[in-house]
T-cell receptor, first 114, second 116 residues
Framework: AQKVTQAQTEISVVEKEDVTLDCVYE???????LFWYKQPPSGELVFLIR??????QNEISGRYSWNFQKSTSSFNFTITASQVVDSAVYFC???????????FGSGTRLLVRP | DTGVSQDPRHKITKRGQNVTFRCDPI?????LYWYRQTLGQGPEFLTY????????KSRLLSDRFSAERPKGSFSTLEIQRTEQGDSAMYLC??????????????FGPGTRLTVL
């Protein structure tokens, strides 16, 4: 079975604070792919990043960074110096090589206050 | 390069009526997905097409639901005899290919269905 857990339902921070969104996954596939999507109030899911299971190198893109650790089955997402425009629901998702579909977590709602 | 488009964006219907949604994927994306998202939850997979072939269906897709992609381009999702539990956001996504570097699914804006 495949599963994605985002234990943080909602996080509230003040602008310019750093914030980390947690994601823990389960899969029996040896090859799998991990994703983060952002869903702003407008509702459209926006792709942020994709990671292969065989590439544990962490990635930084501007204020965003991702920490992939196979040993703990985690793929955490950090926003540095958060901004009000970062307010959205963030979803972590998994696709195992045995399936075509994405398995999503329940999402973390991030509220960045001015 | 236009994104995935969905029509209509909102649909209100009475219980028992049939509804049909349309999805136009990004051009040349031969893989298309339907998901359903209820309030406070992540999207749940419904079905997957490779070109015109429907290759995977979720158990969530009861016999009241049917999806088609007749020419391998746009897709339709029909719900017959709608029930209040069908109220949700219906999302369509497409991706260009099967190779790992073509794996990312790009989502449309969704169709929000309300069944009264």
């Amino acid at each position: 079975a495949q599963k994605v857990t985002q234990a943080q339902t909602e996080i509230s921070v003040v602008e310019k604070e750093d914030v980390t969104l947690d994601c823990v996954y389960e899969t029996r596939d040896t090859t799998y792919y991990l994703f983060w999507y952002k869903q702003p109030p407008s509702g459209e899911l926006v792709f942020l990043i994709r990671r292969n299971s065989f590439d544990e190198q962490n990635e930084i893109s501007g204020r965003y960074s991702w920490n992939f650790q196979k040993s703990t089955s985690s793929f955490n997402f950090t926003i540095t110096a958060s901004q009000v425009v970062d307010s959205a629901v963030y979803f972590c998702a998994l696709r195992g090589d045995s399936s075509y579909k994405l398995i999503f977590g329940s999402g973390t709602r991030l509220l960045v206050r001015p | 390069d236009t994104g995935v488009s969905q029509d209509p964006r909102h649909k209100i219907t009475k219980r028992g009526q049939n509804v049909t949604f349309r999805c136009d994927p990004i051009s040349e994306h031969n893989r298309l997905y339907w998901y359903r998202q209820t309030l406070g939850q992540g999207p749940e997979f419904l079905t997957y097409f490779q070109n015109e072939a429907q290759l995977e269906k979720s158990r969530l897709l009861s016999d009241r639901f049917s999806a088609e992609r007749p020419k391998g381009s746009f897709s339709t999702l029909e719900i017959q005899r709608t029930e209040q539990g069908d109220s949700a956001m219906y999302l369509c996504a497409s991706r260009p290919g099967l190779a790992p570097n073509l794996d990312t699914q790009y989502f449309g804006p969704g169709t929000r269905l309300t069944v009264l």
